[in-house]
């Protein structure tokens, strides 16, 4: 195995803030060392994360791990992923929902960053809502057909296509 290296962010790849902070909390000790090295510290000492620093970084990636894991099931090579779309919008969304009220309803940092993940993922809704390719890829997929729309919606006009 190769030596570990950062990750940087990348705004047009997925996942990538992500990938960046999950690596930077498996380097922790690592960049912690490099930082408080007596040769390098007056260049990079304001470069120091605290623990609470490094424990708002886990705080982050877990959340963003929802959305990580959406977006490697859509990212399928061999079969048609369309009709995951809106499942892997809703369940992240629904379980910030969740944080917002329970693990971070006191955080104000942390539901800052679960509020701007939900509007995020809101306008992908959105824009997604414009087609019904979306819903017509889940029901015509054999083992999906109308059991999530059913499940999960409560407004029963999209159903009403039965």
């Given amino acids: 195995i190769g030596a570990l290296e950062l990750i940087l962010d990348v705004c047009t790849c997925w996942s990538s803030t992500y990938a960046m902070l999950t690596?930077?909390?498996?380097?922790?000790?690592?960049?912690?060392?490099?930082?408080?090295?007596p040769e390098h510290e007056d260049k990079l000492a304001r470069f120091c994360i605290?623990?609470?620093g490094w424990n708002q970084i886990q705080s982050i990636a877990d959340i963003l791990e929802f959305t990580h894991k959406g977006q490697q099931r859509l990212s399928a090579d061999s079969h048609p992923t369309l009709y995951m779309a809106i499942p892997a919008l809703e369940s992240p969304m629904s379980t910030w929902e969740k944080l917002q009220k329970g693990k971070y309803a006191t955080d104000s940092s942390m539901l800052d960053v679960l509020e701007a993940g939900i509007k995020k993922m809101g306008e992908y809704y959105l824009k997604m809502e414009k087609s019904d390719a979306y819903v017509i890829a889940m029901i015509l997929t054999p083992y999906v057909k109308m059991k999530y729309l059913e499940k999960w919606w409560t407004d029963k006009s999209p159903t009403n296509a039965r």
């Fill in 50 to 52: 605290t623990p609470a």
């Fill in 23 to 37: 690596r930077a909390l498996e380097l922790c000790s690592s960049l912690s060392a490099v930082l408080l090295d």
